[in-house]
Structures are given as structure tokens and as C-alpha cells.
């Protein structure tokens, strides 16, 4: 096009152009349905596929972009365990849309039938997260799921019907009066709202950012020498003793994935979060400028690096019961089980972290009254927020134990939905039967 034709057309669409007035605020609407899920991360993801699935009208809210949580954001993309001691003990909708991303990516799943030792990681399942994400959202839409995205609760009110729940978004404004509520944030957050009593430790657990490293040789770096200057650095002060779980031949193995502590790290508050996710950026950069700073590093580049810090405990809540470490490492069966769990007792702190494996035999079982706030109605839980003690939860917050307890909650929620009754109040030979009839494995009844 001639510069002239082009001033000429371009003055045209400006001529065209209209002023449009400021918008006012959002005009607040109002929705039912029949199940609210908030959080669509690991949990909260199957939870609402599990609602959608047995016909309950189905919600599910999350304040990002896309579904998953600590399998996609939090850059944990390789789901666990879904398999003890030679069977696999958790299937169902997680496990589903796992085996098709590993298989829609050209991947493979890990051999089961090989024991691990204590090197559980070799039975986590590689996968691309962002493909996990497309995958869920593609299952939730089937599954005739209203997703919303980019929105929190800002107030939760119990009514006649249930539950009240206002929204708030991008230019939204929303009132969603719902039957069940399920409460999948990881933080408890709709259980505060709702004015319920939550349990946090006085010492969390420390967050991880997850990046990966590349562009190096390692056979060819003196790595004697990179230790001392590692101490030297730690002493000086250029770097924290947390930004480098470990040794540093160790921590350049694995590329730095997942070899970092963000101690305090939280995500309970967008103040919090935003703190958490500077602290983990910083410690990246302080570790990457470290390493610059050695010839065997010039080509160094940074192959992955999430967008958040990753997080491993928060708030939990005060449940009809608590499992606690001793239930879960005894491998107790409660009498309303639910779903099965799998994974060492895997307390992280500043140093590090050392897992206490189970013994041999030990499947531990999630019952549904840990999903059940105290004194609740219409309101269940699901994922790392769930009722236990700090130890018993740091291995009932991975993600194959979310994902059970996330299809037990949308089962249950659902069942109450079209019964008009409340969660405790469903029995627990339908929600097995239920929850058996679309995949899962389920305690045997005791």
C-alpha cells in the first residue's frame, strides 16, 4: 500500500473511532447451582469432573488461567503415587487424564512393577503440565462444567438453600447460591470465609520454585572446588543457605529442579503470595549469577522456570476427624474410607528434608469426615487442606492423594446435591459404589 493510501485509510478509522464512556461497576448478578467448587487445582479439578459426571449442575471457580494448580503453575509435573507395594492403589478421573497426557505427548509411564526402594520419585509420572491443564479443561467442559476463571469468593453466607457465595472478577460480579460447596484453594480459604475455625503451624513447611538449568557440562566441572566457593558464598552472604538444597554436585545433577527451600513461603493472601513468589524469584537470580560467575557456566541457560513458587502447607481445617501421623503410618482403615493414600511422611525444612518411608505393606485410607469442616453443613474440602497433623499431611498433600480425595468430594457433594441431604449425611456404601462405578479404587469396607 502507498503511504499516501495508508494516511488516507488510517485517518478514516480514526474518523470512525467513538469515545466511549468509563464503565461503571459491575452490575451484580446472581446464579444457582447445584455444586460450587473453589479451586481448580489438582483437587478441585476432579472434583468438579466427578459432579459434573454424576449430573449435579457443576461450578468450578479458579482466580488463574488454567486448571491443574500444583501440577501446572506450581511446575510439580510429575504426579505421585498412584501405585504401592506392586498394585496401584488410586485410579479413577486423575488417573485418567494422567496416562492420556503422557500419551497424547508421545511419553511413557514409569514400570510399576519394579519396587522403588526408597526412590519413590521413580513411580512419579512425567508429563507436560500445560497439556494436563488443556486435557482437564477439555474434561470438565464434557462433563458440562461452567468454568470460571480469573474470579475469587469474596464472601461466603449460608441461606436456606445452601450456600451463597459472592464472586469477583475482571469486570464481574456474581451471587452463586449453591447446594454443596467444596472448598479446593489449598488454604481452606471458603471455610474461613464461612467463619470456620482453621488450624496453621506456628513453623510451615518452606515453598519451592521449580526451574531447571541446562547449557553445562558436568563431568567437566571441578566439583570440589564449586563446593568451597558454594560455603564461601553461603558465608558471605551472596547466597542463602537455602537456595541450594544440598551439595552443589547434587543440585547441578537434576538441573536445580526442585532444589531450592522459599522458607515462609504462603499463599493464603494475595500479600502473602505476591511476598512468596518475590522471595522465590530472588533466589533464582542470587543462583544464577553464582554460577555466571565460573568459565564452566558461560553458556548456562535457564531451560524452565515457573511462574510461582510452589507451596506445601498453609491452612488445614478442624474436621469431623484428624488423621494423624500414627493413623496414617499404621495404615489404619477408617470405617468411612474413602480413598486410599501413598506417599513417605515427607516433612520439608529449611536444611532439606528426609522421608520416612512407610513399611512395607502400609497403604493409608483418607475417611470422608477429614473432608468435613466441624459443625458444618454443605461443605466439604478436598486437597492439602484437608483435616490431619503437620506430619500425617505432608504426604497426604501430593498430588495422587489430592486427586482421590478431590473425586470423593465431588462425588459426595453431588450425592447430597440431588438427595437434599448434607455430606455426612450421604451414606458411604453409595459414594463408594458411586465413585467405584467411574474408576477409583475404594477401601474395602470394614
Not at 488410586?90 to 519396587?115: C, M, Q, R
Not at 526408597?118 to 486435557?135: D, I, K, S
Not at 479446593?184 to 520454585?209: D, I, Y
Not at 492423594?401 to 449425611?425: E, I, K, R, V, Y
Amino acid at each position: 500500500m502507498k503511504r499516501r493510501t495508508f494516511l488516507t485509510t488510517l485517518g478514516a478509522a480514526s474518523a470512525s473511532s467513538v469515545i466511549v464512556a468509563a464503565e461503571p461497576p459491575p452490575t451484580l448478578r446472581s446464579v444457582s447451582t447445584d455444586v460450587l467448587v473453589i479451586g481448580g487445582g489438582t483437587a478441585g479439578t476432579i472434583a468438579a469432573i466427578q459432579a459434573g459426571r454424576l449430573g449435579a449442575r457443576t461450578i468450578l471457580v479458579e482466580s488463574g488461567s488454567q486448571l491443574g494448580g500444583t501440577t501446572t503453575t506450581g511446575g510439580v509435573d510429575f504426579p505421585g503415587l498412584f501405585h504401592a507395594w506392586g498394585k496401584q492403589v488410586i485410579a479413577g478421573i486423575g488417573w485418567e487424564l494422567v496416562v492420556e497426557a503422557v500419551k497424547l505427548n508421545s511419553g511413557d509411564l514409569p514400570d510399576f512393577t519394579k519396587p522403588t526402594g526408597r526412590q519413590h520419585w521413580r513411580h512419579q509420572v512425567r508429563l507436560c503440565g500445560n497439556l494436563y491443564a488443556a486435557l482437564a479443561e477439555e474434561a470438565c467442559v464434557k462433563a458440562g462444567v461452567q468454568l470460571r476463571y480469573y474470579e475469587s469468593p469474596l464472601s461466603v453466607t449460608a441461606v436456606p438453600e445452601g450456600w451463597r457465595v459472592r464472586l469477583g472478577g475482571k469486570g464481574t460480579s456474581v451471587d452463586v447460591v449453591t447446594k454443596q460447596l467444596v472448598d479446593c484453594t489449598g488454604n481452606a480459604s471458603v471455610v474461613g470465609l464461612a467463619g470456620l475455625e482453621r488450624l496453621r503451624e506456628k513453623t510451615r513447611q518452606p515453598g519451592t520454585l521449580i526451574y531447571r538449568l541446562g547449557g553445562y557440562d558436568l563431568p567437566s566441572i571441578d566439583m570440589n572446588a564449586l563446593q568451597a566457593k558454594l560455603v564461601a558464598a553461603r558465608k558471605s552472604g551472596a547466597l542463602k543457605p537455602t537456595d541450594i538444597n544440598g551439595s552443589i554436585a547434587g543440585f547441578l545433577g537434576k538441573g536445580g529442579e526442585s532444589g531450592n527451600h522459599i522458607p515462609g513461603a504462603d499463599s493464603s493472601t494475595s500479600e502473602t503470595h505476591s511476598a512468596t513468589n518475590i522471595l522465590g524469584r530472588q533466589s533464582l537470580l542470587r543462583v544464577v549469577r553464582f554460577l555466571k560467575e565460573e568459565p564452566a557456566f558461560a553458556l548456562m541457560n535457564i531451560e524452565r522456570l515457573q511462574t510461582e513458587t510452589g507451596i506445601r502447607e498453609t491452612f488445614r481445617i478442624i474436621g469431623e476427624t484428624q488423621i494423624t501421623h500414627e493413623d496414617y503410618t499404621s495404615g489404619r482403615v477408617f470405617a468411612d474410607a474413602v480413598a486410599h493414600s501413598f506417599y513417605p511422611i515427607d516433612l520439608h525444612y529449611e536444611g532439606g528434608v528426609t522421608p520416612k518411608h512407610l513399611t512395607e505393606g502400609i497403604v493409608p485410607t483418607i475417611p470422608l469426615r477429614a473432608l468435613i469442616p466441624k459443625a458444618s453443613k454443605n461443605l466439604l474440602v478436598a486437597g492439602r487442606c484437608l483435616s490431619s497433623d503437620q506430619l500425617a499431611n505432608s504426604a497426604l498433600r501430593v498430588q495422587a492423594s489430592c486427586m482421590a480425595m478431590g473425586q470423593a468430594a465431588g462425588a459426595t457433594a453431588a450425592l447430597a446435591a440431588q438427595t437434599g441431604t448434607t455430606p455426612l449425611q450421604v451414606p458411604v456404601a453409595h459414594i463408594r459404589r458411586e465413585l467405584a462405578r467411574h474408576g477409583a479404587i475404594v477401601p474395602a469396607a470394614v
